[in-house]
């Protein structure tokens, strides 16, 4: 190995990053200060609809004690469900009511098939048997919808701000307004409907519930069912603000419960604080560390949230549940 | 008993000799069999004896393919050229070049991830269930992202480990890589095997069924969990390092950190086999890696449906996996003596 | 006994082995000339692996109709084993030696993608085993000394350096300032170096250089990076994925750019999913429909356009149409060496000098095809129809660059 070489390299790296930093933060500062607001505003927008397809993971996690892998590839579907209305004619925003409609059905059906049989399981059971069938998931659109990367062409338009130097496009702006809306419905809905009473009591206290005259089945099957259809609306909004593909759904399962872990489970505005918080850290990363580490980052910062708060319980000796 | 088993193992051992000779077709799947049984047995040792299910092995797995590869290339060449722009400029290896290379390329990928194990141990080992299982998944999916932009080892475009030497036949290759992955195989069965007769993998077993009772007892668990994860990172980093050089291209995240299939199916494997138990694990790979490649040559185009389904029906029918299942059909087989009285007491909860 | 328990299994374990192989596939059975190919029917390069195998398929199905291939005085149809790599690199070399080993497949047909290519060409090289590939396209995979790898498209270095020296040469000979947003992958890296060693060459300015990791669905911050510091070309690579993305954030974000470059248009089916948004976009091909090279077996590109349509109902991308050269390469191979000796046709295959449709066709040393340049076209709109017209280089263009891309605000 040649030493002259090698260290010339990282010198010569080193200088380069340094370099590339600096002229970063003279742009990011200095040269236009308005790109941290755009950097703001679209990762505010990103992390509302990632914290969407989260509250759908929270929900199924808490009432059912279950990981559904599988919600990258709901979202997916619900995608291409908007997809098909587009190609016939239908404008793709009416896919945020139609996709929830045909998944509610999909998922309450996933749920009698397989679901039901992991719920009372170990949590673990149900991250192998929903993985299994996102692997499923994947291959059958794969074979079904074609190979073919697609979209949805919403025809919105853009919204400028700051003289034309912030540029939100209105696919996104609907998209948030959209997941915004679900949610806050979500939140009403739980509190105020028979079904959602019912579904909380559940996530309380299962066997009381119950006993009390719950029909827990049919409670588990309308959660499941309930995510599945927040998946649709999210995938509505995937395929007219980004692209779908057989194979695009695990990006999305990943951060999703990314984000139910940081939140903390049970924490459902924290589910939406937390969304937005991670879509403006991968921003700004993007931007400051380069994009080759944007979802690398983010990554890491779980890992690091994850750690310090094992430290700070560990001193009350107490642990992460 | 005894006189039973080494029948046995000298049985699997003279096969696994003579198996490149009698199967000289299948090589590679053998070679890469040997590698999913490592994986599966290391990672038993977090889920099965600890319960602690671990998404992250897959870091040390990924750690030792880069630095066995880099470790062989940089004795002899300057890595960052070797990789620059895709690998154009090739260097080529003597044979002593290479097989020193291997040589010590296997001897970091043992040690560093074993290293990084013990450093980050104590801090991602404190967190417990579904805790621990998310920040090891994001553990290894930030390695396979990062290491996607580092330039030395390739970044986006890969790096190409060094091509076997001419030398012997056209079978030579295979061979070399089919034995040595066979090696290592037996020395980590080896390993794990000594490690599950002592106290640790009680200690471990301890900690699986109630972690704060075990430390009211007075066991420092986080030293065996940290230990644990020590001798996982060891044998996952050479299999690693192993497989790196059998494929021939490192990608990032579909080669090394490659947490969406070797990830997952070392822990698919583990519980298919029956986790918690020896044999479990090295049964379940070699179950899955037949029904995988059955799979892909018979229901091409749906092979993954295939597996899904199989995947679906082990877990739901066979959390205990194979040997679990086994072990609750014929428990007298495995040791455990029955109550008669107690099995005819048996009601079946609904 | 737990002992036995074992033993059945691995008993078991051994036959059903063996009988999962299939039969081993000599180099010829009957009158079948037997090829092997590891395709990406899965993953995310699965729409592209569609394309190389309908590629594939047609050119077969073209030749064998046609009188197939002489050998020896006698005639042989080509017939094609696949496997799914299932676009991962480790799957595509493990299937290499599969089909080559187990299958006993002694000639080969490229992957998709110059990642999966540089896994299965260590495999093919060491076994001796021809392999043409038509989708792999890094420059790293013709400086090794391969002697079985022959490659029938342009390096992906050629790429989109052409649109540099367009830029250049539209800003009157003065350097220009360079944006680049390149996936994370073999290809998009390569073309990267490409467009790198034209910014040095012209003495142009690199001023964002953006590597979008493989999962990245949103490049509004790279966009928004170059809405700030008004590059005179952008180019952007990032397979299917990333060109529909590039021009569906560019049309939101009214990215005003003089210049567009970038890879994939075709198989992203841009004009069709993006409509007059795709309008002024370079990009580069391998093949258009209107060049007019010219062979026995599929005529001219605009036939074999009409025939692709017909056959698979969508307008054939360039990677359909480099698939389909690939048999012809083959054949030609075949007939030439008069063997089915792996050598002779080795042999053949270098000393390949012929025209397709697709282009011309001559292999260097070091397997890439030295013959055939590549093209550029440009998207151009006529109310709401949209068509790709090939710009450069001059001898084949049928329409004049459009430049400067006028702004969003005037469209």
């Known amino acids: 190995m040649l030493p002259s070489n090698r260290g010339h390299f990282y010198i010569k790296s080193f200088k380069f990053y340094l370099e590339s930093f600096k002229n970063l933060m003279d742009l990011l500062i200095f040269q236009v200060p308005i790109l941290m607001v755009q950097a703001s505003l679209d990762g505010i927008l990103l992390g509302i609809l990632f914290a969407l397809i989260a509250y759908g993971m929270a929900l199924q996690w808490g009432v059912m004690n279950i990981i559904n892998i599988a919600q990258g590839d709901l979202v997916i579907l619900g995608g291409y469900i908007t997809y098909f209305m587009y190609l016939s004619g239908i404008h793709p925003a009416l896919g945020v009511i139609v996709a929830p409609a045909i998944m509610y059905f999909v998922g309450v059906g996933l749920y009698k098939l397989v679901i039901n049989k992991v719920v009372d399981r170990d949590l673990f059971i149900s991250i192998l048997a929903t993985f299994g069938i996102s692997i499923l998931f994947m291959q059958l659109m794969n074979f079904a919808f074609g190979a073919d990367v697609v979209l949805a062409n919403s025809e919105f338009g853009t919204t400028m701000l700051f003289n034309n130097s912030v540029t939100l496009p209105n696919s996104k702006l609907f998209s948030a307004l959209i997941s915004i809306i679900f949610a806050i419905g979500l939140v009403i809905y739980m509190k105020k409907s028979k079904l959602g009473r019912a579904i909380r009591a559940t996530a309380q206290n299962a066997r009381a519930a119950k006993i009390l005259g719950v029909d827990t089945e049919k409670v588990y099957a309308a959660t499941f069912g309930i995510n599945a259809a927040l998946c649709g609306v999210a995938g509505a909004l995937v395929a007219i603000t980004f692209t779908i593909h057989p194979y695009m759904g695990l990006p999305y399962t990943i951060r999703s419960f990314m984000i139910v872990i940081i939140a903390g489970l049970g924490n ?42 094992r430290f700070k319980l560990s001193k009350k000796r107490e642990y992460l549940k | 008993m005894k006189k039973n088993n080494i029948i046995l193992y000298a049985a699997i051992l003279i096969f696994g000799v003579l198996a490149p000779f009698m199967l000289p077709a299948f090589k590679v799947q053998l070679s890469i069999l040997c590698i999913l049984i490592v994986l599966a047995l290391t990672w038993n040792i977090q889920g099965g004896e600890m319960g602690y299910n671990s998404f992250g092995n897959i870091l040390f797995y990924g750690l030792g393919m880069y630095i066995c590869a880099s470790v062989q290339v940089g004795m002899f060449f300057p890595l960052a050229e070797w990789t620059e722009s895709g690998g154009e400029k090739t260097f080529v290896h003597s044979p002593t070049q290479f097989f020193q290379g291997m040589a010590f390329g296997l001897l970091a990928a043992a040690i560093i991830p074993t290293i990084v194990a013990g450093l980050i141990g104590y801090a991602i080992l404190g967190l417990r269930g579904h805790y621990f299982a998310i920040c090891t998944l994001g553990l290894g999916v930030a390695a396979g992202e990062i290491s996607g932009g580092i330039e030395i080892i390739g970044a986006g475009q890969g790096f190409t480990t060094p091509p076997f030497p001419e030398i012997g036949s056209l079978e030579s290759r295979g061979q070399f890589f089919y034995f040595l992955s066979f090696l290592v195989l037996v020395l980590t069965f080896v390993a794990v095997k000594s490690v599950y007769s002592t106290r640790f ?31 996982s990172a060891f044998f996952c980093g050479l299999a690693g390092g192993i497989m790196g050089g059998l494929v021939g291209y490192i990608d990032s995240t579909d080669v090394a950190f490659d947490g969406r299939e070797m990830g997952v199916f070392m822990v698919l494997m583990a519980i298919l086999g029956g986790k918690g138990t020896l044999w479990g694990p090295v049964i379940g790979a070699t179950l899955f890696h037949l029904f995988k490649e059955g799979f892909w040559t018979y229901f091409l185009g749906w092979q993954y449906v295939a597996l899904g389904v199989l995947i679906v029906v082990i877990v739901i029918y066979f959390p205990e996996g194979l040997m679990g299942w086994l072990r609750e059909k014929y428990p007298e087989r495995f040791g455990e003596v029955v109550d008669e009285a107690d099995r005819k007491a048996q009601v079946e909860l609904k | ?135 792999g396209a890094s420059r790293s995979l013709f400086t090794k000394g391969y002697k079985y790898l022959f490659a029938v498209l342009a390096p992906a270095n050629l790429y989109l350096d052409v649109a540099i020296d367009l830029a250049v040469e539209k800003n009157g000979g003065k ?28 003495g142009s300015k690199k001023v964002i250089d953006d590597k979008l990791p493989k999962e990245l669905n949103d490049m509004a911050a790279t966009l928004a990076k170059v809405k700030a510091v008004k590059p005179d070309v952008l180019v952007v690579s990032g397979h299917t994925k990333g060109a529909l993305t590039a021009i569906r954030q560019i049309a939101e974000m009214k990215v005003d750019v003089p210049m567009l470059a970038m890879t994939h248009c075709d198989a992203a089916k841009l004009s069709k999913q993006h409509g007059k948004n795709s309008q002024y976009a370079l990009c580069a091909s391998q093949w258009h429909k209107t060049l007019t090279y010219k062979d026995d077996f599929f005529k001219d590109g605009m036939t074999y356009d009409a025939d692709f349509k017909k056959l698979f109902n969508y307008a054939p991308p360039y990677q359909a149409a480099e698939s389909s050269a690939a048999l012809l390469v083959f054949k030609d191979a075949f007939e030439r060496a008069n063997s089915f000796d792996k050598v002779k046709v080795r042999d053949a295959l270098a000393a390949t000098d012929m025209q397709t449709f697709y282009g011309n066709i001559k292999f260097a040393a070091g397997g890439q095809n030295v013959d055939k340049p590549m093209v550029l076209f440009q998207v151009m709109c006529d109310g709401d129809k949209c068509e790709n017209k090939v710009v450069a280089p001059t001898k084949w263009a049928s329409a004049e660059l459009i430049h400067p891309i006028p702004s969003w605000s005037k469209r």
């Not at chain 3, 737990?2 to 082995?17: C, D, E, G, P, Y």
């Not at chain 3, 089909?99 to 002694?106: A, F, K, N, T």
């Not at chain 3, 300032?177 to 060459?201: K, T």
């Open chain 1, 268 to 309: 459902l505005p924290g589910v939406a604080v937390s969304g937005m918080g991670l879509g403006v850290f991968e921003e700004f990363a993007d931007y400051i560390l380069g994009t080759e580490f944007r979802i690398g980052s983010v990554f890491l910062l779980l890992v690091l949230i994850l750690v310090y708060r």
């Open chain 2, 201 to 231: 993998k009680l200690v471990l077993n301890a900690i699986r069924d109630n972690e704060d009772k075990a430390e009211a007892m007075g066991i420092q668990t986080m030293k065996y969990k940290i230990i644990g994860w020590m001798i």
């Open chain 3, 1 to 135: 006994m737990k002992i036995r328990n074992m033993l059945i299994t691995l008993v078991s374990a051994i036959a059903l082995l063996i009988s999962s192989s299939t039969i081993s596939f000599a180099k010829v059975v009957g009158d079948k000339i037997i090829l092997g190919s590891a395709i990406s029917l899965t993953g995310k390069y699965s729409s592209n692996g569609v394309h190389t195998q309908n590629g594939y398929n047609m050119a077969v199905d073209r030749i064998n109709s046609m009188g197939g291939v002489k050998v020896g005085g006698k005639t042989y149809k080509f017939e094609i084993i696949y496997y799914d790599d299932e676009s991962n690199p480790k799957r595509a070399a493990q299937l290499a030696e599969r089909l080559i080993s187990q299958d006993g497949v002694e000639y080969m047909l490229g992957p998709y993608s110059s990642g999966l290519t540089k896994a299965i060409a260590p495999v093919t090289e060491k076994y001796g085993v021809p392999m043409v590939e038509a989708n």
């Open chain 3, 175 to 202: 350097p220009v300032s360079v944006a680049m947003a390149f996936e994370q992958d073999a290809f998009s890296q390569d073309v990267r170096l490409g467009v790198l060693e034209a910014i040095e060459r012209t």
